[in-house]
């Protein structure tokens, strides 16, 4: 459960991510209410597996799943070009996630 959990919540990094570059310098009150559920949400599930997950490793999958998923709706939504080399890397990020939580303990 708490894997699960940490994968939800680094989905919830990207919502407060996306969230905080919409609100514009915190000028815009929906993005800035979004970004505070997201982040609330996201820094709660994270606290919650690091009771269990060792921290070093739970912070690399949670950035890990934040910044992959922040990229992957920059691209689905047009805010970010598609190229090969970002592709590429993003796997690379994927298969990194999947590696730490192989050999984890």
């Known amino acids: 459960m708490p894997w699960i959990i940490l994968v939800v919540s680094g989905m ?13 310098g915190f000028t815009k009150i929906i993005p800035i209410l979004v970004f505070l559920f997201g982040a609330t949400v996201s820094m709660g599930g994270l606290a919650y597996a690091l009771k269990t ?9 949670w950035v890990g799943i934040g910044a992959g998923t922040t990229v992957i709706w920059a691209f689905a939504t047009g805010a970010e070009t598609v190229s090969v080399l970002k592709v590429l890397f993003i796997l ?14």
């Open 12 to 24: 919830f990094e990207a919502v407060w991510s996306t969230a905080l570059s919409k609100s514009e």
């Open 92 to 105: 690379g990020i994927v298969a990194c996630v999947i590696g730490l939580k192989l050999v984890s303990d």
């Open 53 to 61: 997950i060792p921290v070093g490793t739970g912070y690399a999958v």
